[in-house]
């Protein structure tokens, strides 16, 4: 959230997805009950230090009252269930306030026992309320396609290594780690009980992330997504992945086809190695699994042509029309699925999707992407013009480095600068004909090699630039290995892929 949209959030003042608590010093006490309102309505924007009209009072220890927060609402005892939220410190008039974005749960939450709702800019309590309850869980169970429980599924229909691969990749100190099966599906809401029928039971969402590929077809017969590429063969395809697993697997096929079918040129941020076709490609993709109807049967698909990639997916409108950074308001289609691809990291905040489609596509494929939100959601990603489209002839030409600053705004999207290095050295040489991913060096490892030999199937020969950009950041993180690490600079060293890439 930027400074200009969180001002413009206090100017509108309270209201029934808006909440302001002073918290100078410490959290107000009924910040959880607002916490919980707004899961249970709408979602809303919690803003920390600012007072009920509208006065920028800032927080005192800023980071301790994120933690003191973070540490309730991750407590089932306090939360029921937990929601993973997250919360920012942004600077106004030289005052930290903190931003908390909630969004619309899937589930019904309590607070201490007590069931919340939102109205107007209040919370009131609705637990004895039986009418108000009952609405809310109808309306939660019927909004949600995610949530129609299976009663006769059981955990020997989900596979428990991807359930082991999630605990894996979450932070260590999540509480997710500890959890046994079980445990972990009802804390995050896969395994619900409606009180209205009784039905108690793993949801589909649990079946779509965690099952076994004959439980999804069971489940929901019609659920597919297409990979194709349609370049040359324009009637059928020239190749395709016809994809009907579970979600994460699902994730990982169509990443790995697009690595497979689009170049991604060297490009820096500041000074840092950003991969434009990683940033641009995972938000469509995980767009393309986490906001998709699944109550509907249309085939989701995502094409790769000759100058774009599209992507379609069955879709709940809220709202029609092209989406921009600028009139685009975050909602969760299938919350819950959502929230566990956050939290091992294969999704980001909810709506940084849009802003970094729009700010790195223009650079790889020389225009905005476009965003239609209709019955059928579609993304287009133009893919010829840019600086992909360079690539096409098989390298960036004038020994060509490509930068953006580290400034770039969230609703603009940045203009690459071509920096032409005076000489003509093996270093610039290297930066221009930089194509090599990592995936296809690790691939090499399988088996032990010699730095010459992995810089030499790499078409490299600046030995510190190879070093820097690609067996140093492998090495740290746990992708290769030494096979003499008690030597790292012995002339008989060699690197071997580890598994650690196999089982992410």
């Not at 009920?52 to 009072?57: A, F, K, V």
């Not at 809220?318 to 929230?339: E, L, R, V």
């Not at 020389?366 to 690539?391: A, T």
């Not at 490299?460 to 008690?486: A, E, V, W």
Request: hydrophobic letters at 35%.
């Amino acid at each position: 959230m930027t400074k200009e949209k969180i001002l413009s959030l206090i100017a509108k003042g309270e209201g029934v997805d808006v909440e302001f608590k002073e918290s100078k010093g410490k959290l107000n006490r009924d910040i959880y009950e607002s916490v919980c309102a707004m899961l249970n309505r709408h979602g809303g924007h919690i803003l920390l230090g600012v007072t009920d009209s509208g006065e920028i009072c800032g927080v005192e220890s800023a980071e301790a009252l994120i933690r003191d927060f973070l540490t309730a609402i991750n407590n089932p005892q306090k939360l029921n269930p937990p929601f993973y939220l997250s919360a920012n410190i942004v600077e106004i008039e030289g005052k930290e306030i903190i931003y908390i974005f909630v969004p619309e749960s899937s589930s019904v939450h309590s607070v201490n026992g007590k069931i919340y709702d939102r109205n107007g800019d209040g919370d009131f309590d609705i637990t004895n309320n039986s009418t108000l309850v009952g609405n809310l869980y109808l309306r939660k169970q019927s909004s949600y396609s995610e949530n129609r429980i299976f009663p006769y599924a059981e955990l020997s229909d989900l596979r428990a290594d991807l359930l082991q691969k999630v605990r894996k990749r979450v932070a260590k100190e999540h509480p997710w780690r500890e959890m046994e099966d079980f445990e972990l599906l009802k804390s995050t809401g896969l395994y619900k009980r409606d009180i209205l029928s009784g039905k108690e039971g793993l949801t589909l969402g649990a079946i779509l992330l965690f099952g076994k590929d004959e439980t999804i077809i069971s489940a929901l017969p019609h659920h597919r997504t297409d990979a194709i590429l349609r370049q040359k063969n324009l009637d059928r395809y020239d190749d395709r992945d016809d994809i009907r697993t579970n979600l994460l697997e699902s994730y990982e096929r169509l990443m790995a086809f697009i690595a497979k079918h689009l170049s991604d040129p060297f490009f820096l941020e500041g000074d840092r190695r950003v991969s434009l076709r990683d940033k641009i490609f995972r938000e469509a993709i995980v767009n393309l699994l986490i906001h998709r109807e699944y109550s509907n049967a249309y085939v989701a698909k995502m094409v790769i042509g000759n100058d774009s990639v599209t992507f379609e997916n069955a879709n709940r409108p809220h709202g029609f029309g092209f989406i921009t950074p600028d009139n685009f308001m975050p909602y969760p289609k299938n919350p819950t699925i959502a929230k566990v691809f956050k939290e091992i990291d294969y999704a980001d905040e909810l709506g940084s999707g849009v802003r970094n489609l729009f700010k790195y596509t223009k650079i790889y494929g020389g225009g905005d992407p476009k965003l239609i939100e209709e019955d059928i959601f579609k993304i287009i990603v133009p893919i010829d013009g840019g600086l992909v489209g360079k690539m096409k002839g098989g390298k960036v030409s004038d020994q060509a480095v490509w930068q953006v600053s580290d400034q770039v705004g969230d609703q603009a999207a940045p203009q690459a600068t071509h920096q032409v290095t005076p000489q003509a050295s093996d270093q610039a040489s290297d930066q221009a004909d930089d194509q090599v991913s990592d995936q296809a060096i690790l691939k090499f490892c399988s088996i032990p090699r010699s730095i010459e030999e992995i810089m030499k199937y790499a078409g490299l020969k600046h030995r510190s630039y190879f070093r820097k950009n690609y067996l140093t950041p492998l090495i740290k993180q746990g992708l290769l290995k030494l096979t003499i690490p008690d030597k790292p600079s012995s002339p008989k060293q060699k690197y071997v892929a580890t598994k650690v890439k196999n089982e992410d």
